[in-house]
């Protein structure tokens, strides 16, 4: 089991940047395939960016496709999502989230998740 707890969340105006961070309980992060998923108001909860056990292998939604990178530390039981050149339809709740035995877009493929961190862009 892992238990996860993000954090970087904030205001910022369109075109800034954020840096979201997850950090991991377990000696077993590395097992894991991470998941970056949001949620806005009034909307369901979408993906956004995967990486797999090693790093080796990322996807992104298309429409951060060029702005965000997911990135992780194994050594430092962390997953990262860096966002650039954001728009405030990227206004939502982060959360991430880990699969020992999936690597997909669903949500459902992901047991464990954090309790999300906001991030709001203002026009």
């Known amino acids: 089991q892992v238990q996860l707890v993000e954090s970087g969340g904030g205001l910022v105006q369109a075109g800034g940047s954020l840096r979201l961070s997850c950090a991991a309980s377990g000696r077993t992060f590395s097992s894991y395939a991470m998941g970056w998923f949001r949620q806005a108001p009034g909307k369901e909860r979408e993906f956004v960016a995967r990486i797999s056990w090693s790093g080796g292998s990322t996807y992104y939604v298309d429409s951060v496709k060029g702005r965000f990178t997911i990135s992780r530390d194994n050594a430092k039981n962390t997953v990262s999502l860096q966002m650039n050149s954001l728009k405030p339809e990227d206004t939502a709740v982060y959360y991430c989230?880990?699969?020992?035995?999936?690597?997909?877009?669903?949500?459902?493929?992901?047991?464990?998740w954090g309790q999300g961190t906001q991030v709001t862009v203002s026009s």
């Open positions: 989230a880990a699969s020992r035995y999936g690597y997909g877009s669903s949500s459902y493929e992901y047991p464990y």
